[in-house]
């Protein structure tokens, strides 16, 4: 999740993670990817796996590494991670774009120099004062701002991103629902206020938030039109979409289409090429931040009835977000949504996995797995 602020309190952790210089440097690539798989970590018991980005650049800049195992604190689980999300929110944080986003990562380097946001695991230990959690609870959630998600173990704070995962899910799936449908579903709900009966556009229906927003949008009883690829038309058909439109062959944002609320899940498009397409009070909104949106929503705040809008989700409070992951829970639960999943990777092939997130041609989520 995009995720651009000073670390919450309820998320600093309080384990004895090594500076890098005390890292165990790994000796060759090929034993340096043995050495940081989870299950070495395990059998090693006091030490745990992580990838360790060391200056902002390309997926190349990512190194694994081996750090003391964390210990749970006040408050905090212990877990065993068995799948982690690759988003693009990952990349862009991996990479520090945009420019503006390193005044809170980090000016020179990134402040934390382990990577991942978003996991899925088994809680392993317990840290005094937990109430919420117990060893061997299955969990999924995010690790926010202090990151460190693509590794083979994690101390969370109970109170912070942290979730029982559905029992339908894999890990694998599981470790994305805080990206896409999390994400999406704030957008849907809480930004957009979406009725049911309205009519959607969700540009870019095929990615990890587009192929989310289909399946929620329509389970919030919404007519969905969504645009992808000819090669994805039937997979984003078959998630729901009541109308596909190929975004190489059609313009979506056609005057007088009327559309209740976009969704341009990947800022492919703008507020000023939305607006003849959308209703006269309808609302534009999009997860990727530019000058252009800023001043859209500043001049639509108060003036005219078609409105852009943004969230950060990554920066919302815990506790809200806790909440709409209850919701996307029950959605889970009630078989009205499912994470679209792509590659799953192994641990210790995260460079691989960043790459093809890179492409910009991911089919929903990609993840490593433990
Ligand atoms: N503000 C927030 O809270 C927040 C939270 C999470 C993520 N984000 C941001 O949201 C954005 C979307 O992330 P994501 O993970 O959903 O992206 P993604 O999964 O990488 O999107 C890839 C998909 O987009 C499709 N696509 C590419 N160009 C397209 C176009 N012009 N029209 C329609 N579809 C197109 C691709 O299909 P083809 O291969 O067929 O082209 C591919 O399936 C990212 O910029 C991310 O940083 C924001």
């Given at each position: 999740m995009t995720a651009l602020a000073s670390t919450p309190n309820h998320l600093a952790r309080c384990t004895p993670v090594a500076r890098s210089s005390g890292d165990t440097p790994p000796r060759d690539a090929t034993q340096a990817a043995a050495a940081t798989s989870a299950e070495e970590a395990l059998s090693i018991g006091q030490e745990m796996a992580a990838w360790r980005i060391?200056?902002?650049?390309?997926?190349?800049?990512l190194e694994p590494v081996r750090r003391p195992m964390p210990q749970p604190a006040t408050g905090e689980v212990l877990i065993k991670i068995e799948a982690s999300a690759v988003t693009r929110a990952d990349g862009m944080m991996r990479a520090g774009t945009?420019?503006?986003?390193r005044l809170f990562l980090g000016?020179?380097?990134?402040?934390?120099d382990l990577i991942g946001t978003c996991l899925s695991g088994r809680v392993i230990a317990l840290g005094p004062d937990v109430t919420r959690f117990a060893v061997g609870d299955q969990v999924f959630g995010e690790a926010g701002l202090t990151f460190g998600a693509n590794a083979s173990h994690i101390c969370l704070h109970e109170d912070g991103v942290l979730m029982p995962k559905p029992d339908s899910l894999s890990h694998a799936e599981a470790a994305g629902l805080s990206d896409g449908g999390l994400t999406s579903y704030n957008f849907l709900n809480n930004i957009a206020g979406l009725k049911a009966g309205e009519r959607l556009l969700i540009q870019g229906g095929s990615g990890s938030l587009g192929s989310a927003a289909v399946q929620i949008a329509k389970a919030m009883g919404a007519h969905v039109t969504a645009t992808c690829s000819a090669s994805n038309l039937e997979m984003v058909a078959a998630l729901g979409a009541d109308q596909v439109i190929d975004y190489n062959r059609e313009?979506?944002?056609?005057?007088?289409?009327?559309?209740?609320?976009?969704?341009d899940t990947l800022g492919v498009s703008s507020f000023a090429k939305a607006k003849r397409a959308l209703h006269r009070r309808g609302r534009y909104v999009c997860p990727v931040l530019s000058l252009a949106l800023l001043g859209a929503m500043m001049r639509t705040a108060k003036f005219g009835g078609r409105k852009a809008r943004f969230s950060?989700?990554?920066?919302?409070e815990p506790k809200i977000l806790r909440s709409m992951l209850d919701a996307v829970i029950d959605l889970c639960e009630a078989g009205k949504y499912r994470p679209l999943m792509d590659r799953s990777f192994a641990f210790d092939q995260l460079i691989q996995a960043q790459h093809y997130m890179e492409?910009?041609?991911?089919?929903g989520n990609l993840v490593v797995v433990n």
């Open positions: 060391s200056g902002y650049g390309s997926p190349e800049k945009p420019k503006f986003a000016l020179r380097r990134p402040r934390h313009e979506a944002l056609q005057p007088g289409a009327d559309f209740d609320v976009i969704f950060a989700t990554g920066l919302l492409t910009g041609h991911k089919r």
